[in-house]
């Protein structure tokens, strides 16, 4: 065949092995998985770091958190839940966890026999978020629960001893402000809450009420992350006031406020909404724009003691961050490799779970999914 006849042929050729390999391709592409998908949200409210550790999750001008997406090892029930290590855990920390420990552990412990928890209170301290932390990082806890997010220093004490610390958010939890149930006042503006426990604001006259003295209640700074975060946000730091009369826990504060007709506490939504004896009252940023804790009308004390109604928690302004006084829940997991990260992670993925939230839920927590 002459060069002239061959010249063509071998174009023709050229075409057709173009054209069948970039075929193969396409279907290659159109077959493969999306790697993409697998890998971890890298959102903050769900993955603690040096940066985020020192920034809150929820503030008063913030909502709550977005939903995380889903992680490897987290199923719809407990059962389905993926990397979950058989043995003996101590946790502890935060007691606004308390209601969380109350419905969903035993819940936990019941579907994953093999995934032993004992909850474990400092020595010499009280129980607080801080204290948690602090036990992960001397060992004597596998992984601990707060109600605050990790702060710079406690990254670094990690660093020192060779491991990192993670804070993933699990719910979505509020401070409540609670009056004597005969006080007649609405609600209160975040500076008006903040003139209270400085003292700049003593009489309930001052913000529209009648002419009686307040007493403000409070837990002790060093009490845990309810109270660092009502002083670092609500107080912008500033000392509480000489009037403020400190109690060692919300229980006693509950009952204190019950019998002082000017009384005012403020604790996590759940440990307050519920109560029969108090009156949870409306915040916000302006005047006009005062949120309720609760929904709907005000359950009297008489149906709360007498019928066993209760007032239920505003799931929906916690959600899109309307009530200004919001924060995440986070495990604290130690990322050593180890037994402690492989619990602290399955505990974070039970809680994360379909049957995990709906608990989290009836404990009075807003899901944070």
């Known amino acids: 065949m002459s060069q002239k006849n061959e010249t063509p042929v071998l174009i023709v050729a050229l075409l057709l092995t173009v054209g069948v390999a970039g075929g193969a391709l396409w279907w290659i592409s159109r077959r493969s998985p999306n790697?993409?998908?697998?890998?971890?949200?890298?959102?903050?409210?769900?993955?603690?770091?040096?940066?985020?550790?020192?920034?809150?999750?929820?503030t008063p001008s913030s909502p709550g958190a977005n939903p995380p997406s889903t992680q490897p090892g987290q199923g719809s029930t407990f059962a389905q839940v993926q990397g979950v290590p058989s043995g003996l855990f101590n946790y502890g920390g935060s007691t606004s966890w308390a209601p969380i420990r109350l419905k969903v552990d035993p819940a936990i412990q019941a579907a994953r026999s093999e995934f032993r928890l004992r909850y474990v209170d400092p020595i010499g301290r009280p129980p607080s978020s801080g204290a948690g932390i602090a036990m992960v990082l001397d060992g004597q806890l596998a992984f601990s629960q707060s109600s605050n997010p990790i702060k710079e220093a406690e990254y670094q004490q990690a660093k020192q001893r060779g491991f990192a610390l993670k804070g993933v958010a699990v719910a979505i939890d509020g401070l409540a402000v609670a009056v004597n149930p005969s006080l007649n006042v609405s609600g209160l503006t975040l500076d008006q809450l903040k003139g209270i426990y400085i003292g700049k604001i003593t009489n309930w006259s001052q913000v529209g009420g009648p002419n009686l003295s307040i007493v403000p209640y409070s837990r002790p700074i060093n009490s845990g992350?309810?109270?660092?975060?009502f002083v670092g946000n609500i107080l912008g730091g500033q000392s509480f006031g000489s009037r403020v009369k400190f109690v060692s826990t919300t229980t006693e504060a509950l009952r204190a406020l019950a019998k002082s007709p000017g009384g005012i506490y403020y604790a996590s939504a759940?440990?307050?909404?519920?109560?029969?004896?108090?009156?949870p009252i409306a915040v916000g940023r302006q005047s006009n724009a005062l949120v309720l804790p609760y929904q709907g009308s005000l359950v009297s004390t008489a149906e709360c003691q007498g019928q066993g109604k209760r007032n239920q928690l505003n799931i929906d302004s916690f959600q899109r961050g309307d009530y200004p006084i919001t924060r995440n829940l986070f495990v604290v997991v130690k990322q050593n490799n180890g037994a402690e990260q492989q619990a602290g992670e399955a505990y974070a993925n039970l809680l994360l779970s379909a049957q995990g939230q709906e608990?989290?839920?009836?404990?009075?927590?807003?899901?944070?999914?």
């Open 225 to 229: 992350g309810t109270v660092e975060l």
């Open 359 to 369: 608990l989290v839920s009836q404990a009075g927590f807003v899901r944070i999914r």
């Open 35 to 58: 790697l993409g998908g697998l890998l971890p949200s890298s959102s903050p409210s769900s993955t603690g770091s040096p940066t985020s550790g020192s920034t809150p999750a929820a």
């Open 270 to 279: 759940p440990e307050v909404v519920p109560q029969c004896t108090i009156k």
